[in-house]
T-cell receptor, first 112, second 115 residues
Framework: SQKIEQNSEALNIQEGKTATLTCNYT??????LQWYRQDPGRGPVFLLL?????KEKRKERLKVTFDTTLKQSLFHITASQPADSATYLC???????????FGSGTRLQVQP | DAMVIQNPRYQVTQFGKPVTLSCSQT?????MYWYQQKSSQAPKLLFH???????NEADTPDNFQSRRPNTSFCFLDIRSPGLGDAAMYLC??????????????FGDGTRLSIL
């Protein structure tokens, strides 16, 4: 069955450093991969979408990579700030399929 | 601002007592989704509507039903809530990208507690 793995342990980093979060998947060939941010008690908020034929996507301090050979996506936040502290979810989708399959997320804690 | 609004934010019901959760959107998106999310777990898709077409996930219990009377509103009905149904219920919308996946816009959820 399809499986998405995100590190369940919280990632603690110092302000100003680069945070790198990992999303691995098995038994899946997604056409798209999306990253969302979720704050406690709130709904997820869309950050970035990357297609299978794109290696890298950037938006301000955010960068996403997508390696279909390794079946992995990396999500980077450069110059991290305490306000970046949240849970980050990856979600996979297929061509012609509207629904997404979400990972359980990794909690990021940025220390001032 | 265009948005997805869920009411109420917190809902308490009794074991076995039917409950309805509401979602409205001002984005005019034709796709609406309902997810269940338990603590520290992934949001789990229950079903979605493409316009009026209802799409149920294979593992969604029959206890969960949905209605979409118009583009703006969607309801989640839980006919006989059990203790295992206590969770955050998230509504989301997206526009139809005609095969090209679009981002989903989420409401802030309804936290359902079962007594």
């Amino acid at each position: 069955s399809q499986k998405i793995e995100q590190n369940s342990e919280a990632l603690n980093i110092q302000e100003g450093k680069t945070a790198t979060l990992t999303c691995n998947y098995t038994n899946y060939s997604p056409a798209y991969l999306q990253w969302y941010r979720q704050d406690p008690g709130r709904g997820p908020v869309f950050l970035l979408l990357i297609r299978e034929n794109e290696k890298e996507k950037r938006k301000e301090r955010l960068k996403v990579t997508f390696d279909t050979t390794l079946k992995q996506s990396l999500f980077h936040i450069t110059a991290s700030q305490p306000a970046d502290s949240a849970t980050y979810l990856c979600a996979l989708g297929g061509t012609g399929r509207r629904a997404l399959t979400f990972g359980s997320g990794t909690r990021l804690q940025v220390q001032p | 601002d265009a948005m997805v609004i869920q009411n109420p934010r917190y809902q308490v019901t009794q074991f076995g007592k039917p409950v309805t959760l509401s979602c409205s959107q001002t984005l005019n998106h034709n796709v609406m989704y309902w997810y269940q999310q338990k603590s520290s777990q992934a949001p789990k898709l229950l079903f979605h509507y493409y316009d009026k077409d209802f799409n149920n996930e294979a593992d969604t219990p029959d206890n969960f039903q949905s209605r979409r009377p118009n583009t703006s509103f969607c309801f989640l009905d839980i006919r006989s809530p059990g203790l295992g149904d206590a969770a955050m219920y998230l509504c989301a919308t997206s526009r139809d990208g005609r095969g090209v996946q679009q981002p989903q816009h989420f409401g802030d959820g309804t936290r359902l507690s079962i007594l």
